[in-house]
């Protein structure tokens, strides 16, 4: 076969990159770099029907390349409409055939948290890359063992982190990182909707369900993004409005969080509230997010008159471009496993402080 | 002498109206009713001198009758600024002889929050109306006896609140009071400021310092008008990023309260930080003040798209002459003692919160 001098330079490049890269399974049987990455959706739930699988139709760096579920009929609709092969539809018994299976370099973990470690640690243990939706776990042990059983298997780990792939987002956490008004000193972060469904996840303790790993996880990273520190303590009161329904879980969670370097911040985040908001107020200044982690049109101000306000095409399709970049290229991770710990971490604190009535040091 | 119809049927009037009248205070010598309320400053510091001195120049129902001031020279400077005869001058040692002078109806104690008690009540028993600056006292007792004294003796009593005059917040206790967006469900208040001064009464625990009751009552009140409830739970952490300051009392203080219809608070206010917001989130929209609690510029926004910006020409010249009016008609006031008393026992049980790290019941 004769091959032409751009062909030759473009493979070689190729194969340079190629080294740079942790994983066979970026590759196709043939060792050619795909130009998109396979993605695999374990869990078709709202958030992978309504919200994944129509941004992986945006996707550059990433296609819907096959499916996990439990329940045939599903499977038999998103074959039909997003065409897939039926070799690349897996049920949760034999998920991990998905090691063989060459079409699929990333496993993306969309199912109740209470799940997570379990298919993290079997997609990595099938050498797939594993993207895995918040809250990354219902404990700090399980979020370790998913780390570690990354690492062992030498993949990599995202988590769902879409609002820091989200440029707005990025805005006011590089207001903190550049000290553009000074010092953090005080942070009020809400985020929370009226949720009416009656028997769903969120509302089961054994599933991972609760606020504060759902949307809490969304007001505690408006701190931490926004201070751009860890706490070092935590008090938390949970509550609940709705008893009938929220009888295993916590409806609604406030929190006040302590700083190393002083900051403070007041967080709010409930099931039974529309709200979503930011405020931060610096040593010679403030910004304020509304809404500031929506899945779109997240946008904000500040004291000296700028304005954050980006326009992005899909927020979950730049996460996943951007993630599969990475793996692609070898590269960093916006949010890798550690990060999705570090909330989880803070979560802990806070079900002991409610758990206990006093300030939890983290 | 001859007495014009219109003259006599004024008087009629007046004398009716004066029967209405709970102290014969309100009347000059003669017992003809006064236009206008004549009022002595106790206490010649800041507030005096840029706030109220100057509103009492604007006022329609009160002036500036009279001082007391333990500083000869600040004695001199006001008397020549606006024209106090002599003998409606006092010192704290011959302030009680004030019972005899008809000049002054009303004595205002602008003194720090600690002298509080012992002015108010010594008015009192000189059988003059008092209005107190906020913070009414530094406990529930001083309040209590504040009050009782005031009874005991037939005059009124009014706390300082002057924002609870201003039409911009009376529009967000409305919403409340309507249920507009129905039920409340989460506030966020906050007000602070950065204090640089080094050596006041706001750093003086002996003197009734600490930002809970200067600027904290403003983030207090935001909760309390905006749910139109009393907290019946608080949880509060006091802080301090300048020990070398704030070395007897609190700089920043943030609490969480509870509301009987399930509404619930975050709160912050400090001595260290510029913010001055309200949000408050409903079962059915929202409504934000920014600021909340200053002494003009008060404005806001609903969801609904209704807009809070009252122009009004004076803050403290308001309060005075609605609570004169108040007196002169023996109406209601605004806010009587009793309303200072349910901000100082959410005081009280934030500084057990924070003695014990636990919530306090209220």
Redesign the interface.
């Known amino acids: 076969m004769k091959m032409k001098r751009r062909d030759f330079l473009s493979k070689t490049a190729m194969a340079g990159a190629a080294t740079l890269l942790s994983s066979p399974a970026l590759f196709s049987g043939s060792f050619r770099p795909k130009d998109k990455l396979g993605i695999a959706l374990v869990g078709l739930g709202y958030y992978s029907t309504d919200l994944l699988a129509p941004a992986l139709q945006l996707t550059e760096k990433a296609y819907l390349a096959g499916i996990v579920t439990g329940t045939p009929s599903k499977a038999e609709t998103w074959k039909k409409k997003y065409n897939i092969p039926e070799k690349n539809i897996y049920n949760y018994q034999n998920f991990d055939q998905i090691a063989n299976n060459p079409d699929i370099d990333v496993v993306y973990v969309v199912l109740p948290p209470s799940m997570h470690r379990e298919y993290v640690v079997r997609a990595a243990k099938a050498g797939k890359h594993v993207f895995c939706e918040k809250p990354m776990a219902p404990s700090v042990a399980d979020c370790e063992a998913m780390i570690k059983a990354c690492n062992d298997n030498k993949v990599k780990l995202a988590i769902g982190y879409r609002c820091q792939h989200d440029p707005n987002i990025q805005a006011y956490m590089n207001v903190a990182k550049q000290q553009k008004f000074g010092k953090v000193?005080?942070v009020?972060s809400?985020a929370?909707y009226f949720d009416g469904r009656t028997n769903h996840w969120k509302q089961s303790k054994a599933l991972g369900g609760g606020v504060m790993g759902d949307m809490g996880v969304y007001a505690l990273q408006g701190a931490r993004l926004a201070t751009g520190e860890e706490p070092i303590s935590v008090?938390a009161?949970a509550?609940t409005?709705r008893p009938e329904i929220y009888k295993e879980v916590e409806e609604?969670m406030?929190f006040?969080l302590?700083f190393p370097s002083?900051a403070?911040a007041?967080c709010?985040t409930?099931f039974?509230?529309?709200?979503n908001?930011l405020?931060v107020?610096y040593e010679k200044g403030?910004l304020k997010m509304e809404p500031q982690s929506g899945y779109n049109g997240n946008k904000g101000s500040m004291s000296d008159g700028t304005i954050i306000n980006f326009a992005i095409k899909n927020q979950q399709a730049k996460q996943m471009d951007e993630d599969c970049a990475a793996l692609m290229a070898g590269t960093a991770l916006i949010a890798p496993g550690e990060e999705g710990l570090r909330d989880i971490r803070v979560v802990e604190a806070i079900y002991k402080s409610v758990k206990t009535?006093?300030?939890v040091k983290i």
């Open positions: 000193k005080m009020t809400a929370g008090f009161q509550s409005t609604t406030m006040m302590e002083g403070r007041s709010q409930s039974g509230i529309n709200m908001y405020q107020n403030w009535g006093k300030v």
